[in-house]
């Protein structure tokens, strides 16, 4: 494939992707983003592998590059995932001042 050819791919999954990705509704953020987290983490084993076979400084600085944005992907992934679950929690009810005061009167 040509250079030409392998760049006009990249930008059409990059518009495919960003179209896909905007229209996806809020309920569906969650299951979505473990998904992604999978993904790149077969992308990042396959960076560390590559690694072995990588011959050139400009190799090496490439892997190290996917490497790093693949890792802070996961790990970003993961504190949205964990914060969009938070969000789901029941909150421990904390009696008021006044709740109080009354039962305080109830008992006497």
Not at 13 to 31: C, D, M, Q, R
Not at 54 to 64: D, M, P, T
């Amino acid at each position: 494939m040509s250079t030409i050819t392998e760049i006009a791919i990249l930008v059409l999954a990059a518009f495919v992707g960003f179209e896909v990705i905007s229209k996806v509704p809020n309920t569906l953020h969650t299951p979505l983003m473990s998904g992604t987290n999978a993904i790149h983490g077969i992308v990042l084993l396959g960076g560390l592998l590559l690694m072995h076979e990588a011959h050139g400084v400009l190799e090496h600085a490439l892997l190290v590059i996917a490497i790093a944005f693949g890792t802070i992907n996961i790990v970003g992934g993961f504190l949205v995932t964990d914060r969009m679950l938070g969000m789901f929690k029941r909150k421990p009810e904390v009696p008021s001042e006044e709740a109080g005061g009354e039962r305080e009167i109830e008992r006497q």
